[in-house]
């Protein structure tokens, strides 16, 4: 089947997924018993009557089905409603402001994790050494039960306390300012060859970026190595140096074969990166949606909470499309 | 007449957790310009392993204990890694039973092809049209370089995987079980291809195979191995007039005939465990002519007649 | 089949890491030196021969509070992987055995969670049950439940392929029995692999509500509380609050991994 058929059927698989999802957030967060509105102000002491408006207002008077239906065509719009926490305020471009935020961290933690990971597990199978990749098996393991606010808060700990060398959080420091061009401050900065901006972006997405990056890297460096042992006893392998090819360049046409699990490997997990995504916002002040979703949490602002889930949603659905879209151009095989 | 391959009393161990495996004990055979020389046997005879030996590529955990293996006079079992890498592919070569698995899937044809040629040192104007040249020479359409592997049928790669082999001009070819994975009329061209290229170049082919009927068929001396032993070796004519051995009799006993009215008599028992291999004759727990001698003793190879070699206590192998 | 496993080293660590957890839980009120929730020392004090971990920013010792936070985190990942676990079986056990369209949509609705970041859609379920230790459990357990239901309908549907050619031979015997009788064996070594993976899977989440104040209430002790409220304490200089349930927290998730790398190994090869 061609190339673009594919995509069509796995670019609209996707609405159904995230209908499942929001259906499922929604029936828990309103199915339940409690006022939305007192729950979100907190407060149980207001007259009838304000309390009525304020649900009028929000549209939360309405019977659900007709509120689960409006929300989404809303959200088709464009719309993702408004705070119920901070009044009016439009939910949509709150989150579209920090999508860059978290994208950037998503994708500097990705190129972390896989020059970690990719790059111990493959240096430790060429070594051959056993004990060597018995380690690197242990290490990953190890690395990716680590707990993310743990170890972040350790390297703020060591990095900006006590060697003062970088910041504790955000994006960049106070005093500075970057003219947004995709929102990723650190390319921005290098499109406008602005230096110092762009080191104090550098500086302060390095340990969020490596916290997450190292964490994902564990499985990485088990596939790596596992494959590339595999690969190597492989009778292509075989067949390679009975023709007399330098070692060399076996090693790295072996490489291409380990780069499909991979590949594919990242697509499976990106849903743990989301997660472990909104673990780092959080512990390092990172404004992006999960401490978005976080704030929202703490102040039960369900439209919020709603919004987040589908744009979450939409993020997953897209990414393991992109996936599969790398896999077919890596291994010709599926593209036939 | 010179012969380009002499191999001498080869032993190969492999050295596993679980104990050392006598994988070839003692193998012998030479092969002359342009003969092809059949190694038959069962799984587990050592065949495949000797094949290896013939590039020195034994996998690990395997040795080469002993032996010599000559190839244009060069004992390749004393070469250095780099003087290796350099005579596999252009000196002696090897074909693969499986084409699958032994072209890369996620190259091009032609681009494999050319590397190959490329690390040898042809220069790459020249590696292409070499390429182009073989491919046809096998039978190919010159367009076949730009495919990749899954996109053409077995008898296809494997015919590529035979381009590749010759391309080089190799005074030895050696063929594991090159048909085995393909249909009986794909077989037969094979078998062709290999033939044509021995008349017209002169490449000399160590075709190793489970098939005795096939290497009756076409090879010009026979061996037969099992447990790691030669049991016999004969050129063709004179084993199919005169088979001694009794492994070699039940092997060509459970060969189906269409001219045989009774159904073919199958070897009963088990092939030895290589670990452990029993004592005296390694043969003689399933022989039916078994004696006390062929227990405690094993056999050598003797020359019972001219280029007819067995070893056997009842053919006279003694020590 | 089950020697093989006591053999791996793998397992053993594992299992010894777990073991002095739950020791350590059970005997929290004999072992700990102070009480977990008042203050018996001066506040923020490094450890020290008095409070060998140190206290905290109201004074209370912190080896007390660590012992006793393995408590309330090993009752709320055992809540929430029996409760997976249950459901995720009995649904996988029905989607498989009876197939269909049932199976069908089942299926995919189970694959949309399982797709998506199990740690946001605990936060969000979290959120709407309110923040309590039972609920945390609730919205752990439902994010795993999708785990559960696609290994179990899987070996149902290699089992049923296999079922059926007997069953078309034999008559008149009651499905159901053959069903369970036949698959209870091949799932259990499985379901200790996943079973194992899950509990690390649900530490670490556990851990990460609690990070974000959705699980338990002041004065409870629990690791990722305690990070959460002494966050500022911490990045302040009072690194004993950080490392020790830090590393709690990752080792206790480590027995867990090291359990089912051992029981996977030894599957593989036994």
């Known amino acids: 089947m061609g190339l673009a058929r594919y995509i069509l059927i796995r670019g ?69 409603g408004k705070s119920m926490v901070i009044r009016g305020r439009p939910i949509a471009s709150d989150i579209l402001d920090r999508l860059p935020a978290t994208l950037e961290l998503s994708i500097w933690a990705i190129i972390f994790s896989i020059a970690i990971g990719v790059g111990i597990g493959y240096l430790s199978a060429r070594s051959g050494n056993e004990f060597l990749k018995a380690f690197t098996r242990l290490l990953g ?33 106070a005093e500075v300012f970057v003219k947004p061009i995709t929102g990723l401050y650190t390319i921005d900065t290098l499109l406008q060859l602005n230096v110092m901006e762009f080191v104090d972006a550098v500086a302060h997405i390095i340990l969020p970026a490596f916290t997450l990056g190292l964490v994902i890297s564990g499985p990485y460096m088990r596939l790596t190595l596992n494959n590339m042992e595999q690969v190597m006893e492989s009778k292509i392998i075989v067949a390679y140096r009975s023709r007399g090819i330098r070692e060399e360049r076996i090693q790295r046409h072996a490489f291409r074969h380990v780069l499909i699990p991979i590949v594919t490997y990242t697509g499976l997990q990106f849903a743990l990166l989301m997660g472990g995504a909104v673990l780092t916002e959080t512990t390092f002040s990172w404004p992006g949606i999960g401490t978005y979703l976080v704030d929202k949490v703490m102040y039960r602002d369900y439209t919020a909470i709603q919004a987040v889930i589908i744009v979450f949603a939409i993020i997953v659905g897209l990414t393991s499309l992109i996936v599969d879209l790398i896999y077919a151009l890596v291994d010709p095989r599926v593209r036939y | 007449m010179k012969e380009v391959l002499e191999v001498s009393d080869l032993w190969i161990k492999y050295y596993t957790l679980s104990g050392v495996v006598h994988a070839v004990s003692g193998a012998s055979f030479q092969l002359g310009k342009g003969e092809m020389v059949a190694v038959v046997g069962e799984s587990g005879s050592g065949k495949s392993t000797l094949g290896y030996a013939l590039l020195n590529m034994v996998p690990k955990p395997g040795k080469i204990v002993r032996g010599q293996v000559l190839l244009d006079g060069v004992d390749i079992l004393k070469l250095g890694p780099e003087e290796l890498r350099r005579i596999r592919g252009s000196k002696v070569s090897m074909i693969f039973q499986d084409p699958f698995t032994t072209l890369d899937p996620l190259r091009k044809l032609g681009t494999q092809f050319e590397e190959f040629l ?27 370089m730009h495919s990749y592997p899954h996109q053409l049928s077995g008898g296809q790669k494997q015919r590529v995987s035979i381009a590749m082999a010759v391309a080089l001009n190799p005074v030895v070819m050696v063929a594991d079980e090159p048909t085995t994975a393909l249909d009986v009329i794909v077989q037969r061209q094979i078998m062709d291809l290999i033939d044509d290229i021995r008349k017209r ?44 051995h009794p492994y070699t009799k039940a092997l060509f006993e459970s060969l189906p005939r269409m001219s045989q009215k009774r159904m073919p008599k199958f070897l009963p028992g088990y092939p030895p465990d290589l670990r452990n291999p029993p004592s ?40 | 089949m089950k020697l093989e496993i006591v053999k791996s080293p793998y397992f053993l660590a594992g299992l010894t890491i777990i073991s002095i957890f739950i020791l350590m839980a059970l005997l929290a009120d004999v072992i700990s030196p102070y009480s977990p929730v008042e203050g018996v020392g001066p506040p923020l004090q490094p450890p020290s021969p008095r409070y060998l971990v140190g206290t905290d920013n109201l004074g209370r010792d912190m080896l007390s509070r660590i012992i006793h936070g393995s408590r309330i985190m090993l009752t709320i990942v055992m809540i929430a992987v029996c409760l997976s676990g249950m459901v995720g079986t009995i649904i996988g056990l029905i989607s498989g055995y009876v197939g269909g369209v049932l199976d069908r949509i089942l299926s995919f ?38 785990t559960y239901f696609r290994m179990v309908r899987g070996q149902v549907l290699s089992i049923k392929n296999e079922l059926f050619i007997e069953m078309a031979r034999a008559l008149g015997i009651p499905s159901t029995r053959i069903v369970l009788r036949h698959i209870l064996p091949h799932l259990t070594q499985t379901l200790m692999v996943v079973f194992s993976m899950n509990s690390a899977d649900a530490i670490l989440t556990e851990a990460a509500l609690s990070f974000m104040g959705l699980t338990v209430q002041p004065p409870t002790p629990d690791w990722g509380f305690d990070l959460y409220k002494g966050r500022g304490f911490i990045l302040a200089g009072a690194w004993w609050m950080l490392v020790f349930p830090g590393i709690m927290i990752t080792l206790l998730a480590l027995g867990f991994a090291l359990i089912s790398e051992g029981v996977s190994k030894s599957a593989s090869r036994g």
Not at chain 3, 132 to 145: D, E, F, K, W
């Open chain 3, 109 to 146: 609705v189970m694959d949309s969670i399982y797709a998506f970041p199990p740690l946001i859609l605990a936060i969000a379920l979290s959120v709407a049950l309110g923040p309590s230790p039972l609920n945390a459990a609730i919205a752990i357990a439902v994010v795993y439940i999708p």
């Open chain 1, 141 to 173: 393991s190890t690395v990716f039960v680590l707990f993310i606010p743990a170890l972040g808060l350790t390297l703020q700990l060591v990095f900006s306390k006590w060697l003062n060398l970088l910041p504790t959080g955000g994006r960049l420091s």
């Open chain 2, 201 to 244: 170049v002169g490449t000399s082919v160590v075709l190793i195979t489970h098939d005795l009927a096939l290497a009756l068929e076409r090879a010009d001396t026979i061996m037969v191995m099992y447990g790691g032993y030669v049991m016999e070796r004969a050129d063709k004519k004179r084993l199919l007039a005169n088979m001694i």
């Open chain 1, 12 to 80: 609209l698989l996707i609405i159904p997924t995230i209908l499942i999802l929001y259906t499922l957030v929604f029936v828990v967060l309103r199915v339940l018993p409690g006022n939305p509105v007192l729950a979100a102000l907190g407060t149980k002491n207001i007259p009838e009557e304000q309390l009525q408006a304020i649900m009028k207002e929000l549209g939360l008077d309405k019977p659900l089905y007709v509120q689960y239906f409006e929300y989404l065509l809303n959200f088709a719009k464009g719309d993702m």
């Open chain 2, 118 to 144: 490329i690390e040898h040192g042809v220069e790459r104007a020249k590696a292409r049209a070499m390429v182009k040249e073989f491919l046809v020479a096998v039978g190919l359409p010159e367009r076949a």
């Open chain 2, 280 to 319: 005296g004759c390694i043969f003689h727990p399933r022989c039916a002519f078994a004696q006390e001698k062929c227990r405690s003793v094993a056999p050598v190879l003797n020359e019972i007649a001219r280029n007819h070699f067995v070893a056997c206590h009842l053919a006279g192998g003694e020590q």
